[in-house]
């Protein structure tokens, strides 16, 4: 697999996606999803111009984060749930948090974090069971509430799309999602900003690009799946 023709094929249908929508390619930033990868294919993608990379389990972030990848410049994200048993071992090892969608989880970030953690709040648009995020019902009483922890900086919204071959579908959950963070956005809450949107992955990212996403998560397109 060659990780720098994947990358440059990926900026490539990303600049296409943005045109057909009249945005900035420099907008959207790639997030390389590495848990299913080894540290050299991690490493690859660095070496390619990637800066962001993704990671859902903690072991996998601090094994990375211990491996030759220490010496490089990257932006680490935590796109997996969070068990809030498990905020101490990640909170001061990552720059984005892509996946709060419980008080209990922001209790333990107050706690546990040496400084104002970066956050995407996770949605549940498609309502599927198998997915995790709060309802858009719940969304502003949750961000609202949100405000009595000063660790936590609401950046964005994050959601994940049904896996399916619809993809009216996959765009009506992007524009939802994008609503959504508008909504918030006027709101103009100081501890929540919410001027991003991570959605989009392998799959469907250049829908999600030409709905608003400022973040995709790419792994299989990118660095493939070795485990």
Same mark, same amino acid.
């Given at each position: 697999?060659?990780?720098?023709?994947?990358?440059?094929?990926?900026?490539?249908?990303?600049?296409?996606?943005?045109?057909?929508?009249?945005?900035?390619?420099?907008?959207?930033?790639?997030?390389?999803?590495?848990?299913?990868?080894?540290?050299?294919?991690?490493?690859?993608?660095?070496?390619?111009?990637?800066?962001?990379?993704?990671?859902?389990?903690?072991?996998?972030?601090?094994?990375?984060?211990?491996?030759?990848?220490?010496?490089?410049?990257?932006?680490?994200?935590?796109?997996?749930?969070?068990?809030?048993?498990?905020?101490?071992?990640?909170?001061? @090892?990552?720059?984005?948090?892509?996946?709060?969608?419980?008080?209990?989880?922001?209790?333990?970030?107050?706690?546990?974090?040496?400084?104002?953690?970066?956050?995407?709040?996770?949605?549940?648009?498609?309502?599927?069971?198998?997915? @995790?995020?709060?309802?858009?019902?719940?969304?502003?009483?949750?961000?609202?509430?949100?405000?009595?922890?000063?660790?936590?900086?609401? %950046?964005?919204?994050?959601?994940?799309?049904? @896996?399916?071959?619809?993809?009216?579908? %996959?765009?009506?959950?992007?524009?939802?999602?994008?609503?959504?963070?508008?909504? %918030?956005?006027?709101?103009?809450?100081? @501890?929540?900003?919410?001027?991003?949107?991570?959605?989009?992955?392998?799959?469907?990212?250049?829908?999600?690009?030409?709905?608003?996403?400022?973040?995709?998560?790419?792994?299989?397109?990118?660095?493939?799946?070795?485990?």
């Amino acid at each position: 697999m060659n990780v720098s023709e994947n990358f440059k094929k990926i900026r490539t249908n990303i600049t296409l996606a943005c045109e057909k929508v009249g945005r900035d390619p420099s907008e959207v930033t790639v997030i390389a999803v590495t848990k299913y990868v080894s540290v050299e294919r991690a490493f690859a993608a660095v070496e390619s111009g990637v800066k962001h990379l993704g990671e859902n389990r903690p072991e996998g972030l601090l094994a990375k984060q211990k491996s030759k990848l220490s010496s490089q410049d990257i932006c680490w994200h935590f796109i997996g749930t969070l068990q809030s048993r498990k905020v101490k071992d990640v909170v001061n @090892h990552i720059d984005m948090l892509h996946s709060l969608d419980r008080l209990s989880v922001a209790k333990e970030i107050e706690k546990r974090s040496e400084s104002v953690i970066n956050c995407f709040v996770q949605v549940n648009v498609s309502g599927e069971e198998s997915k @995790h995020g709060i309802t858009e019902a719940d969304l502003d009483s949750f961000i609202e509430q949100l405000s009595q922890y000063k660790k936590i900086r609401v %950046i964005g919204l994050m959601t994940m799309a049904p @896996h399916t071959e619809n993809k009216t579908l %996959i765009r009506t959950v992007f524009k939802r999602l994008k609503n959504c963070q508008l909504r %918030i956005q006027e709101k103009a809450y100081p @501890h929540a900003p919410c001027n991003e949107l991570s959605m989009g992955m392998s799959n469907d990212y250049e829908i999600a690009i030409e709905e608003g996403a400022t973040f995709v998560r790419i792994g299989t397109a990118l660095v493939g799946h070795e485990e």
